[in-house]
């Protein structure tokens, strides 16, 4: 077990980093490793050359660098993965000539940035100081979906992948195991929506988990429209006036007794056309072309699931799994070892749940040996 003291602020800064800015500009694990050498806090920025003499991160000890590869991979990072693209911000000094003017330009750009993740994470910190608490484990929900916005963590590149396709007027289908965080992600696209969806529409989240049979469904979608007469005609004529992103979560259950391919038709009749009032995103752990065979034999009939464009939730990487471990402890006065975050890491394989469960165990081994 290891030592129980407080999480500095260049933790906090290499976890926003991580998270916030290599996994949305999607940097490659040498461009990581070396921007975290170059600005290992806020306030600090190394010279190639410093960067080179002091080596990397340990875990990126067999990445070779010398002050020229340094110099090519930081113009890779500044001209390629932050410059300013379409749908994406860059920060403005990305193509000035002066090296040293780029590097304090990109660091204030990060800056607010930093104070603005700070902010949103759940906890007392503030900037170079924080409450110390133990007894408090910040590692759940251990099951079920994050719906807490403040607690929610990470996918931001799953998330501008699913506004890609549904701006381009294409339904989702988020695939993936138990676990990886498919609710989650769903219920943070709902909240989600009204700022990156081109064209305005209306969240609509439905759990199947809740839902017996197709009478219960148009039930409870018919009540989410705003009618209390249940009904496919009068869902119908309600989706005339208006336009739903409907979020179905365990769409899996269709499957199953109770449910039948005429409801799916009908969702297909709702979504299917560029200016369709419906839009539609599903979770489920398997290819929906695999959970529903009832009408794969029928020649004259499109599948209802061929509406949808598949997009697979993958394990968090490592970088993302230490970021998260490390954004969970600043909300406590507890630093996990090397040895153990290490540990973790690899036994979880970065799967959100498992990871989270090994965590809160962890954690509770702590507040036993304060006890």
């Given amino acids: 077990m290891g030592e129980v003291g407080v999480t500095g602020t ?3 800064w290499q976890s926003f980093l991580r998270l916030e ?12 490793a070396i921007l975290l050498a170059k600005f290992p806090d806020e306030k600090t920025v190394k010279s190639n050359k410093e960067v080179a003499d002091g080596g990397i991160a340990e ?142 529409r209306q969240p609509i989240y439905l759990d199947l988990n809740g839902i017996r049979d197709e009478d219960e469904f148009y039930t409870a979608l018919c009540e989410e429209v705003g009618i209390f007469e249940s009904s496919p005609t009068m869902l119908n004529r309600a989706l005339k006036k208006r336009r739903v992103l409907l979020a179905i979560d365990n769409y899996g259950k269709m499957a199953r007794e ?31 072309k695999r959970l529903f065979n009832d009408c794969q034999d029928d020649i004259t009939n499109s599948p209802p699931e061929n509406i949808f ?27 996990f070892t ?4 290490s540990q973790l890491v690899k036994e979880s394989g970065g799967h959100p749940r498992r990871l989270m469960k090994l965590c809160y165990q962890n954690y509770a081994r702590y507040v036993e040996d304060v006890k």
Wanted: charged fraction near 25%.
């Fill in 59 to 200: 875990e990126n000890s067999d990445i070779l660098i010398d002050p020229e590869n340094v110099r090519r991979q930081m113009w890779t990072i500044y001209n390629k993965r932050f410059c300013p693209q379409e749908n994406r911000e860059g920060f403005s000094g990305c193509n000035d000539r002066s090296s040293s003017v780029k590097d304090t330009a990109f660091l204030d750009w990060l800056k607010p940035k930093y104070l603005q993740w700070l902010s949103s994470q759940r906890s007392v910190v503030s900037i170079g100081y924080r409450t110390p608490a133990i007894s408090f484990n910040p590692f759940i929900p251990q099951t079920g979906k994050v719906d807490d916005p403040q607690l929610f963590f990470g996918r931001k590149g799953e998330i501008r992948d699913v506004f890609e396709v549904l701006n381009n007027k294409v339904s989702v289908a988020l695939i993936g195991e138990e676990g990886i965080g498919k609710s989650s992600l769903l219920w943070a696209i709902c909240q989600q929506a009204e700022n990156f969806l081109l064209s305005p």
């Fill in 338 to 341: 090397e040895e153990e975050t």
């Fill in 21 to 32: 800015i290599v996994t949305f500009y999607g940097l490659s694990r040498t461009e990581t």
């Fill in 258 to 288: 109770g449910f039948s391919l005429e409801l799916r038709e009908h969702l297909r009749f709702l979504a299917e056309g560029s200016n369709a009032s419906v839009k539609m995103i599903v979770a489920a752990s398997e290819p929906l």
């Fill in 10 to 12: 260049v933790n906090l």
């Fill in 309 to 335: 464009q598949d997009l697979y939730i993958k394990p968090w990487n490592e970088a993302t799994a230490r970021a998260f471990i490390q954004a969970r402890l600043a909300m406590t006065s507890v630093c």
